[in-house]
């Protein structure tokens, strides 16, 4: 499996996991191969549904791309290179920057 592969796969894995449960997303931020143990590491940012979601309201705010970066959470979704197989899908903190 190829990198590109591995993206198709988590976003496919992803979408039949959360369908649903987001409002803008995935959107690929970043992927690794860990050669260690021959995975991939696919992370994928999104915007969760809130509470009191309101369809017209957040339809607004994605037809103007209103979301920033602090809006979205990450999901790694980690992939065996040889099978395919999806082996687990975890949130991703990130570490703001420090300057």
């Given amino acids: 499996m ?5 993206v198709v796969k988590a976003k ?5 996991a959360f369908g649903g449960e987001y409002i803008a997303g995935p959107r690929l931020e970043e992927v690794w191969l860990d ?5 991939w590491f696919v992370t994928l940012g999104i915007v969760r549904k809130s509470e009191g979601f309101s369809e017209l309201q957040n339809m607004r705010r994605i ?17 065996d290179k040889e099978t395919g197989d999806v082996l687990s899908i975890k949130s ?6 420090v300057a």
């Fill in 35 to 39: 050669r260690t143990s021959d995975t």
């Fill in 12 to 16: 496919e894995h992803f979408e039949t």
């Fill in 63 to 79: 037809m103007r791309i209103e979301y920033a970066d602090g809006d979205f959470q990450f999901k790694t979704v980690q992939i």
């Fill in 2 to 6: 190829d990198v590109r592969e591995a």
């Fill in 92 to 97: 991703r903190e990130l570490i703001a920057d």
